[in-house]
């Protein structure tokens, strides 16, 4: 679309935070004729969003993935651009003896029918997961936390701890999936109606595409904010921008220290454990292996290089092990005691690359409360906006509403 004209001499908006919530934004503003200016403090954009590349390997900080069925991802994002690779529908749990598939019926459903001739999945466990999933995909309301619909369901217990909670607590760090009901019933939609999937140059990818369709040299790295208000920033150096409105969309800490918001109720802390292998796949479905056994470290695994091959160098394979909480000294033996489990004393064999501790993966969702209404941003007493996941849901989708949301009020500003 074409870009309007700008006021000539208006003082730009800028906004202090380069990670989702802050470029969409940005993008926003720019869209709507506004000029703009990013601040961020780090050497590079995306916030949490962050992809390292170590001896030809791609590793993102926590395991993530880009669900192509977020609204916002569909509106903002060239999907075709980003050449993505999906993982299959479905998961595969490690149980004690076993490795089983489990897979979305409408999708995969052999692979669904072949479970239930497993130890994992009974029929009155299958129906029971099918009349939730049902419940799920129609609009609500829901109320209560996942915890209670899971309850509620009749799913038997050892279904509910070799599969569904793993899986969702990988997706929200939730140990007790406390988050409400109505976002766990959005999430439970956006996995049935699209795909998990890695880019080809990782998930930095992502904010990188929407940093480049802002104007050159609007996006300002390595510079800090200490101060805001209304209609001016002071950066770390002491400079004054001013400004015609003022948008902090950092995580919700930063945003406390900066203004007069409330700081977030808490957090969730991830670390992700990263092996190269040598020649053949470990494990070669496009799934996640989650830790069905009842013991261990480890929630789940993954070999991102059979999804998407651009993760490992010619020749190798990334393995991918994700566990709640924080880093210690004893999480990388910790896990491979548990792979060496799994997969034999070839597991010893695999050279550690990295340890991606992220002590701030998502805001914390503890509430039984409706949370999909939230709009993720609000325009404080002092006349700063404030945005970001922690003040809509902790996703992709949430950080690229909340910034939307930002945009849209300050442009609504007499």
């Known amino acids: 679309m074409p870009t309007p004209p700008t006021t000539p001499g208006a003082q730009p908006v800028v906004v202090v935070g380069a990670g989702l919530s802050g470029l969409c934004c940005a993008l926003r503003l720019h869209e709507a004729g506004r000029e703009v200016v990013v601040v ?16 030809g390997f791609l590793l993102d900080r926590g ?20 050449e993505l690779r999906a ?17 979305d019926p409408y999708r995969e459903p052999w692979t669904a029918v072949r479970a239930l001739f497993t130890p994992l999945l009974s029929l009155p466990d299958a129906l029971r997961a099918h009349g939730l999933r049902r419940r799920l995909l129609r609009p609500g309301p829901f109320r209560g936390r996942a915890s209670d619909l899971l309850a509620e369901s009749g799913i038997s217990e050892g279904l509910l701890a070799s599969f569904f909670r793993p899986f969702f607590q990988g997706v929200t760090l939730d140990a007790e999936l406390g988050v409400p009901a109505d976002y ?47 209609d001016h920033v002071v950066l770390d150096d002491g400079t004054r921008l001013d400004a015609s409105g003022v948008v902090v969309a950092t995580e919700g800490p930063a945003a406390a220290r900066l203004t007069e918001a409330p700081a977030p109720s ?17 494990f070669a479905p496009k799934v996640l292996l989650l830790n069905g056994t ?28 994700t566990t709640l909480g924080d880093a210690d000294e004893h999480v990388v033996e910790a896990v491979r005691a548990d792979l060496r489990a ?11 690359l990295h340890t ?25 007493a002092s006349g700063v906006v404030v945005c970001g996941d922690h003040l809509a849901t902790p996703s992709i989708q949430g950080a690229m509403s909340a910034g939307r949301s930002a945009a849209e009020l300050v442009l609504t500003r007499p």
């Open 266 to 282: 808490g957090h969730r802390s991830t670390t992700c454990v990263y092996f190269a292998v040598r020649g053949a796949p470990p």
């Open 294 to 321: 009842g013991a261990g470290r480890t929630l789940h695994m993954s070999v991102p290089s059979v999804v998407q091959p651009s993760y490992a160098p010619d020749g190798h394979h990334l393995v991918s092990v």
């Open 356 to 380: 991606s501790a992220v002590p701030y993966a998502l805001p914390a969702l503890d509430t039984d409360e409706a949370v999909m209404e939230r709009q993720g941003a609000v325009s404080l």
């Open 87 to 103: 993982f299959r529908s479905g998961s595969a749990v490690r149980l004690p003896d076993r490795t089983c598939l489990i897979a």
């Open 40 to 55: 961020e403090r780090s050497d590079r954009v995306g916030g949490r969003v962050a992809t390292d590349r170590r001896d």
């Open 184 to 230: 766990f019933a959005f999430l439970v939609r956006m996995f049935a109606h699209g795909e998990a999937t890695l880019p080809r140059d990782g998930m930095a990818a992502v904010p990188q595409q929407l940093a480049r369709r802002l104007p050159e040299g609007s996006v300002r790295l390595q510079t800090g904010a200490r101060a805001v208000g209304r």
């Open 342 to 352: 799994w997969f034999g004393n070839a597991a010893d064999d695999w050279t550690h």
């Open 63 to 82: 395991f993530q993935v880009l669900l192509t069925s977020y609204p916002e991802v569909q509106d903002r994002l060239d999907l075709d651009a980003l």
